[in-house]
């Protein structure tokens, strides 16, 4: 039997996009192996930044080394990559075999197999609504709710890749998660380009009825990621703070809070809104992650500069901060001003310290409660089990580490937190008192 590996970059909507191949693959007669023991290796890239397309031009470079072993026998480049610059990439990699875009993952089984691949694209609700083989644990899967984007940031190349919003069905992203929840998912993470843009090209906003929707089914959590904070309405904000199964968390793409800057990346918001959003957020004891570039285009000191003061005076609980890519084709790359390799950097170090001592502090404000920790792994050099708080996301911000007789993957125990370093957190089970009970209430 052929044994063929996927590589999987970029975000969690790629992620997805790796799990139907992956499902396609078993399907198709292969069998899914580690990248050692692969006839085939599949890369599915990412072209978002600079620093992402070259990960997987190195990738792909190291596996193209394998071919000259003699075991492997085929290299498959999929996904963001191939879909924006096939052309180049043709020329450049004849050692890959076969080039896919973002949406010809139907052609996947007749590029292993060595044939044409002439068969039509198939469309986007139809690939979404195939199954899937999971490459997270057991009991969390990330659900994609729609396809590409139509904000139009003026340094994102996401619309030239993935193309305008287009929203799922609201009853075939439930149809999904059902079946998810059946196979044992406890937690359902929605992702998209922009989470609260739901249902708009279709006429109008449809999160708060996917999300009650969701709320029916038999699952411990609902998670929100990538959600526009220009869309963050105060319907939706009672919606998880109300809600007995939405987590107490939110991810918004802050960016910027420079009011100069924001314009000049087409964001549709202010600065004083965004500080106004996190403190409300704040008040209904929810949770928040952002993101925040640096070095934009004219980015002075004092634009700069009102970066660190909203993190130090609006406390997101988490940050990932990241340097502005110039991307050519955007508007962004038009412009004039562009900041110097070295200062974006040490810009990037500056914010990043601001940010870990605003979650240090948020860690530092549960030493001494108990809350709910989804029991996920364990640390054998630390001898800790290893979880997470419904406060954090899977692999960004942190995690529960505790002591206990025994833990069962993918439930919930009370966790008293004892310690805490930057990052993460320290605790034991309370005898007695493992449960499914609500989490306390976080304070700010």
Known sequence: MTNVAVISLGCDKNRIDTEHMLYGISCGGYSVSDVSDADVIIVNTCAFIESARQESIDVILSCAELKKTGRLKKLIVTGCLPQKHLAELQAELPEVDAFLGAFEYNKLIDAIEGVGGDKPQDDFETAENGKRMLTTYPHTAYVKIAEGCDNHCTFCTIPSIRGGYRSRKVEDIVNEASSLVSDGVEEIILVA?????????????????????????????????????????????????????????????????????????????????????????????????????????????????????????????????????????????????????????KRVKLLGKACALSTARFNASLVGKTIDVLYEDADFEKNLFVGRAPTQSPDVDGRVLFTAQNADVGRIYKVHIDSCDEYDLYGHVISGAEGDSSADEFTQ
């Open 193 to 345: 380009q922009d989470v609260t843009r739901f249902g708009e090209d279709k006429g109008e906003n449809k999160l708060i009825e996917l999300l009650s929707a969701l709320e029916k089914l038999p699952l411990k959590y609902i998670r929100l990621l990538y959600c526009y904070p220009e869309r963050v309405t105060d319907e939706l904000i009672d919606k998880i703070a109300s809600s007995d199964k939405i987590a107490k968390y939110i991810d918004i793409p802050a960016q910027h809070v420079s009011d100069r800057i924001l314009k000049l990346m087409n964001r549709r918001t202010t600065g004083k809104y965004i500080e106004e959003l996190v403190d409300k957020l704040h008040d209904r004891k929810i949770v928040v992650r952002t993101t925040l570039m640096v070095g934009f285009p004219g980015e002075s000191e004092d634009d700069f500069n009102k970066l660190i003061s909203f993190v130090e005076n609006h406390s997101p609980e988490y940050a990932g901060v990241f340097a502005y890519s110039k991307e050519d084709g955007t508007a962004a790359a038009r412009l004039t001003g562009h900041i110097k390799k070295a200062d974006k950097l």
